[in-house]
Each structure stands twice: as C-alpha cells, then as structure tokens.
C-alpha cells in the first residue's frame, strides 16, 4: 500500500504543468515583495531567470492576471498589479455583502465531504509558521474561502465571489508580514482561530454565527489595510457600516 501511495504521489509531481511551478515562483515573489506592485514581468527576464522556456513563463503570467496579482497592459506586457485606495476599499466593502450571503447559504448548504475537505485545509495551514510558507499558505487561504464559497450551492455567487475576491489585495497584506516579519506568528495564529471559527460555526449550519464569524475575520484584514497599506481608517469605517446597515447585523453586544 505505501509503496502504491509513493508511486502515485511521484506521477502527480510529474504531471503538474511546469506553468505551476513558475507560477509558484512569481507569487513567492510578489507576495513577499520582490515584486513591487507597478514593477513590469518581463517574460525573457523571468524565463532566463528560471532556466524555463518561454511558453510555461506566458501561461503562468496569464494564470497571475487570472488571479489579479498581474495586469495586462496591451502593447506592454505584464506587470504586478498597483491599487488605488478607492479600488481596495470597494473590493472591500463588497467582500463584506458576498461573504455575508456566502455564510448564511453556506451554513445551510455544506456537505460532509466540504466539512472534511475545509478541516483538512485547516490542519495543513496550521502547519507553517515561517516566512519561507508564507506564499504557500496565501494559496491555501484563498482556495479555503473559495471552497466555502462553494459550499453556498449558489454558482453565481461563487462567480461574482471569485471576482470580488481577485479584486481585493489580500496578497498586499501577507506582503507586510515581510516588511515586519514579528507580526508573522501572531497573524498566522489568529488567522487560525478565525477560520476554526467560521468552520465550526458552517459545522453547525448556524447561518448567524457564520455570518458574524466570517464578517469578524474580514475585518481583520480590514484594520491591517489601515494599519500597513495606509487607506484611511474612515473610508474602511464607512464600508463597514453600509455593509452593517445593509445586513442588518447585530453588534457584538446584541450578540455576546
Ligand atoms: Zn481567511
């Protein structure tokens, strides 16, 4: 039996499209800020630097402006994605509507078998805690909330999710763990513990306490773009409490 697992964990290696792996690489890079947002991707420089042709570096670019770290510029090329203020805080602002709704259809709708997948999830990122996994467990977070995305049972919302949450530079925030890398264990700890939460609040298809759960992890991210990207703490304020209004979300005290 092991030795039936070893071969099969070998072809998988082997099969993964060597786009991946420079994929891979650039968001290593980007993520931890070698990168930085404006910075042009010049296809012979990182192919060169790879020691890849040209073909895995094109579709990997493309794979990084899919996943909105890259943007595209017609008759220039490639470059890191930069964000104005005012698009970073409406990507916020409708993150907190959708995770919202994904929440509640989630708490409703998630099957053992997402249960199973999200807990495995949560166990493999509970492993990292250095800066070198940094990238790795950027990956596995956003593939954690597009699987309770999912789990809403809800394929436009999973669409709309999957736009908005591109939209939204959570890559700028891990970047500030390498600009001030004492932050590293206790931000991955706490990341933990929210997304625990969210868990066994969808475990216990509890939709109000999904909703609070998820929309207290965003906030998190939402006090980081004030503390270490600079938005103002106001324009992040006034999003949070459209989307309060909107929801008709109880306040901690109504709920505690
Ligand atoms: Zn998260």
Redesign the pocket.
Known sequence: MASLAQTSEAETIQKRPLKEDVFDALHEKIVSGKYKPGEWLRQDDIATGLGVSMTPVREALDLLVAAGLAERVPYRGVRVREMVTKEIVEAYGLRMILEAMIAQEAAKHITPEQVRVLEKMLAEMGKYRSLKDVSHIRQL?RE??TIIAESSNNELLVKVYAVVANAFPDWLLYEAIFRKPELLKSSMDD?QR??TAILDALKKHDPEKSIQKSID?LMESGKWLAEYLDVPAELIREKEEQASFLLKMKNKENAA
């Open positions: 977070s954690f909330h990341m929210e997304h992890h």
